[in-house]
């Protein structure tokens, strides 16, 4: 009974997502059961902290080591819910896969950070941890992400073509061709912006960490102007492979954009930021997968109504008379997949197995990717 935990802290900066399963893998796939999920928001000042460095300042060095001792410890905590929720003592864990924090992350420039401090982590849980997954596969000349598509193949592929797409702080989608099917790979790749925008909007305007169910932006009004400003930023035009996060998506892009609608109400800023996250993944997903079959979204953004239905208009406007839906359709909550990706990742890496698709990064090959704290 191999059981593995995996731990997810995004984009959003809300918190650590957990999940302790036990992860079966064969010739046609992997099966997860899932024994116990957990949810550890951050401390005030630990988000503050993980915000602050997003952008250079001074003393870098010392606020991100103690930025990563303090993100140790809510993995800890959260690893501590997990096994006392599922009667399970740290020994029956074969490992921990924790994807840490990305504060940097310039694939260009041949590197990517995940703060993050995998040796305090496996002294305070006593199971062996493994982290930094993506900078073996930016060595290899990819990206470094996204990750999650090589674990939604083994996952959800099925009998006919599926759509994935994550929306977490930044969306990605993984286009998986049938199962057994040799003469198209598996791709994917970022989109754009997901929830990261919209939750910075928000805490902005109404002092929330997210609009729960896009109920605000549902009041608003979608401005075309601002909306077609916001869709000529380069990287929507770029072919995949391609990464991006808050190195690019941040409040500095969204101000500089917002200039010339200072007429707008904030409602109508949050309703157009929903339809640009909206529609730029459906237009990534429609040119990369012309003939759309089932469209299954998780991540924070399946919980979003307003968001999901604005999805669901946007592929109906290009033709699909494809549904969009939760992976809870398809058996896994949207809140437990990408930390369950962290846990498949951290099986394979125990099992010296590769963890990436070149065809989604961009490297050269194949690579097992982690490195190794023991318990």
Known sequence: MPLFIGLMSGTSLDGADGVLAIIDEHVDGCQVQVLAADHVDFPA?????????????????????????????????????????????????????????????????GYTRQTNNGALLAELTGIDVVVDFRSRDIAAGGQGAPLVPAFHQDLFSAESLRIVANIGGISNISILPP????????????????????????????????????NWAATGTINAPLLMVLREETFFRMPGPKSTGRDLFNAHWLDQHLTHFGNLTTADVQATLVELTATTLIDALVAAAPTVNDVFICGGGAYNTFLMGRLQKALAASGSAAAVQSTLKIGVPPDQVEALAFAWLALRFMARTTGNLPTVTGARGTRILGALYPA
């Open 179 to 214: 199962r057994g099917s040799s003469a198209v790979p598996t791709t994917g790749f970022d989109t754009g912006p997901g929830n990261m925008l919209l939750d910075l909007w928000t805490n902005r305007h109404r002092a929330q960490a997210y609009d729960s169910g896009g």
């Open 45 to 109: 000042d630990l988000r503050s902290s993980l915000l602050a460095l997003q952008h250079p300042g001074a003393d870098d060095l010392h606020h991100e080591a103690l930025a990563a001792n303090q993100l140790a410890t809510c993995y800890a905590i959260c690893v501590d819910h997990l096994m006392a929720s599922a009667g399970i003592t740290a020994d029956e864990v074969v490992a921990i896969g924790a994807h840490g924090q990305t504060i940097r992350h310039r694939p260009e420039l």
